[in-house]
């Protein structure tokens, strides 16, 4: 056990390394529209940079994670947050998209390493419901910042330009680098040469059947929130008329909502534990989406829609830090790889429902919340078989 490396401003630093990412995914996304026209691009490449981001931070966690458990966590997290730093400040100063996109990859897998490190360094310091407090904090950073970054994004924008969006990521990422350098300890040895080949031979974690079914269920919780945020945009706006201004205090709401529900889960799972904590608040998420959907036999209605919504979404924020923490229990030894492999999945997840939600047009939000439910029942049919080995 190394609590005693990591205190309070390490937790800070890494829930902050684990949020850079997320943050940058879509905290430009008020300043598509003048992207487009600056770069003179269409919406639809202009969109991909977001999808270019996606798949970096998939990709990202799929290498850092296996390498950081042979060489520790240090040498790249520091790599991963400088290249973070210098892509950033390069996407300034892009003269087309194309370039763009390419540097928004890059700075998605380089941003990456604060994810999966992030969680990686608490499996290697503490476990048990420590563990569980700690990932449980980690991940609601981690979910939360998507849902507040096009919010901070618009005051961003409506200030300056996007240009200014990326400013602000080059010194916060500056920042979180210096942080890593001068305050967080290593807290993983490298492996030697045999550890390496017997680490190798049993990494054997998609056989761990209550690995890959927790994996699967976190996967379609985060199916749930990106499914939200590439559908409730076009509903808010278009469905309803409401302004941005309107759009960035639901947004905002739920993810205080998230927030508070994160905090009340790490109170309950001291009381009655992880497993029976999630299965609560998958239940409440899928109430709430089960009552979206009943929404939808009346004529529209803001007022249904966003409580429902809300109800749904807020409920999201005592699932992703239990279903993380009882998927990394039990991991430590490849607790890098463990966590790699739980990125993965979210991110593919994500880059893949975004479009999904777009094929089924922009006239309803029925796509948008038939879709929370299925996942949200995917994700319940995972954990309880997990739970209960069925």
């Known amino acids: 056990m190394n609590e005693k490396k990591i205190g309070r401003l390490q937790i800070i630093l890494l829930g902050l390394l684990n949020g850079i990412a997320p943050l940058a995914m879509d905290f430009y996304l008020p300043g598509l529209p003048a992207l487009q026209h600056d770069l003179e691009t269409s919406a ?46 390069a996407i300034v100063f892009a003269p087309n998209i194309w370039l763009m996109i390419a540097l928004r990859f890059i700075q998605g897998l380089s941003g990456s390493a604060g994810i999966v490190l992030s969680l990686a360094i608490l499996t290697d310091v503490f476990s048990g419901p420590a563990l569980t407090k700690n990932v449980t904090i980690n991940q609601t950073i981690n979910g939360v910042f998507p849902v507040l970054a096009p919010v901070l994004g618009g005051i961003v924008v409506g200030l300056a330009d996007w240009q200014m969006t990326f400013w602000v990521l080059t010194i916060t990422s500056f920042g979180l680098l210096l942080g890593v350098v001068f305050f967080l300890p290593e807290t993983r040895k490298p492996l030697v040469a045999q550890q390496i080949v017997r680490s190798t031979a049993s990494l054997k974690l998609l056989q761990n059947r209550h690995f890959t079914r927790m994996l699967i269920a976190q996967a379609a919780i985060m199916a749930t929130l990106f499914t939200y945020i590439a559908g409730s945009t076009f509903v808010l ?43 609560w608040f998958i239940k409440i998420a899928i109430g709430g989406a089960l009552l979206l959907v009943g929404t939808l036999a009346f004529s529209p209605n803001l007022w249904l829609f966003v409580g429902t919504l809300m109800l749904t979404i807020s409920a999201l924020g005592g699932t ?49 919340a038939i879709l929370m439910l299925v996942t949200l029942l995917v994700a319940y049919l995972f954990y309880r078989m997990s739970r209960y080995g069925e």
């Open 320 to 368: 992703f830090g239990m279903s993380m923490a009882l998927a990394l229990a039990g991991q430590r030894e490849h607790s890098g790889a463990a966590s790699a492999l739980l990125g993965v999945s979210r991110y593919l997840v994500a880059g893949i429902m975004a479009p999904v939600v777009g094929l089924f047009g922009e006239t309803s939000y029925a796509p948008m």
């Open 44 to 89: 639809s490449l202009a969109q991909i940079t977001m999808t270019a981001t996606l798949f970096g931070i998939a990709l990202g966690q799929a290498l850092i994670g296996p390498w950081s458990d042979h060489i520790g966590r240090r040498r790249p997290l520091i790599a991963g947050m400088l290249l973070f730093t210098l892509s950033s400040l």
């Open 237 to 279: 706006e278009k469905n309803f008329q409401l302004s941005t201004t309107a759009f960035g205090i639901i947004y905002a709401l739920n993810g205080a909502g998230m927030a508070v529900m994160t905090y009340i889960s790490g109170r309950i799972a001291r009381h009655i534990g992880a497993y029976a904590t999630l299965g």
